[in-house]
């Protein structure tokens, strides 16, 4: 039950980091998590296929 909490929350914690940024007068700031995302994405779509 502490884990599911912990994770809501830094979920939560996400969300509200991503809508500040995103607030800013600049597209950068905006554009740092998606693009994390993304990258971390990529590399777990290539490391399934190594493994394979």
Do not use: D
Request: aromatic share 12%; hydrophobic share 60%; proline share 4%.
């Amino acid at each position: 039950m502490v884990r599911a909490t912990l994770a809501f929350a830094f979920l939560i914690g996400i969300v509200l980091l991503q809508i500040f940024l995103s607030q800013t007068e600049r597209k950068w700031p905006g554009l740092i998590l998606p693009v994390i995302s993304f990258l971390f994405g990529i590399v777990r779509s290539l490391g399934q296929n190594a493994q394979m």
